[in-house]
T-cell receptor
Framework: KAGVTQTPRYLIKTRGQQVTLSCSPISGHRSVSWYQQTPGQGLQFLFEYFSETQRNKGNFPGRFSGRQFSNSRSEMNVSTLELGDSALYLC???????????????FGEGSRLTVL | AQTVTQSQPEMSVQEAETVTLSCTYDTSESDYYLFWYKQPPSRQMILVIRQEAYKQQNATENRFSVNFQKAAKSFSLKISDSQLGDAAMYFCAYRFSGGGADGLTFGKGTHLIIQP
């Protein structure tokens, strides 16, 4: 079974631009969540989607947004990029349903965003 | 809000020896999951071990075991017979197990060095 796939793996943007990152979850997983990892702040929760609905959101400005499609694939978008948005963005999926809630998240390899 | 604290930024152990990584957390909930994730230099986060708060028995996965003290809100990871492949960042994480749960709350991580 294929793991969580994130694209692109690396990208460089300039301040003020926007970026879209993509995540394909493990087949059958309907929950997708996003995390930002930086040396200073560590790993921080961005948001979680389940069956195309945002179920929860972390403490990030409105420039950070996301969505989930009917096939459970998810995208996150960051508009008006700032230098501080440089980070590794991790996507994770989980299997949820009757008798299947283990709480475990399966992570992708991440998208490394550099803002110049 | 829940918090997770890892007080050891870096630990070093000789190959084949045993090492214990510390983690404390704070929550007002009674039902939750605790995890230890490993992030090697390749960056992909891998689950090492998980513990459900309602279970008194400590989880064990081969050379990895935890010491879960619910009243003390402590969740340490013991790695026995350390191997070079165990070198990585280790993150302790918490997740509420209720419906519409937030994402994972991570500690800042412990960098584990294995001395050959």
């Amino acid at each position: 079974k294929a793991g969580v796939t994130q694209t692109p793996r690396y990208l460089i943007k300039t301040r003020g631009q926007q970026v879209t990152l993509s995540c394909s979850p493990i087949s059958g997983h309907r929950s997708v969540s996003w995390y930002q990892q930086t040396p200073g702040q560590g790993l921080q929760f961005l948001f979680e989607y389940f069956s195309e609905t945002q179920r929860n959101k972390g403490n990030f400005p409105g420039r950070f947004s996301g969505r989930q499609f009917s096939n459970s694939r998810s995208e996150m978008n960051v508009s008006t990029l700032e230098l501080g948005d440089s980070a590794l963005y991790l996507c994770a999926s989980s299997l949820e349903g009757p008798g299947a809630n283990t709480g475990e998240l399966f992570f992708g390899e991440g998208s490394r965003l550099t803002v110049l | 809000a829940q918090t997770v604290t890892q007080s050891q930024p870096e630990m070093s152990v000789q190959e084949a020896e045993t090492v214990t990584l510390s983690c404390t957390y704070d929550t007002s909930e009674s039902d939750y999951y605790l995890f230890w994730y490993k992030q090697p230099p390749s960056r992909q986060m891998i689950l090492v071990i998980r513990q459900e708060a309602y279970k008194q028995q400590n989880a064990t996965e081969n050379r990895f075991s935890v010491n879960f003290q619910k009243a003390a809100k402590s969740f340490s990871l013991k790695i026995s017979d350390s191997q070079l492949g165990d070198a990585a960042m280790y993150f302790c994480a918490y997740r509420f197990s209720g419906g519409g749960a937030d994402g994972l709350t991570f500690g800042k991580g412990t960098h584990l060095i294995i001395q050959p």
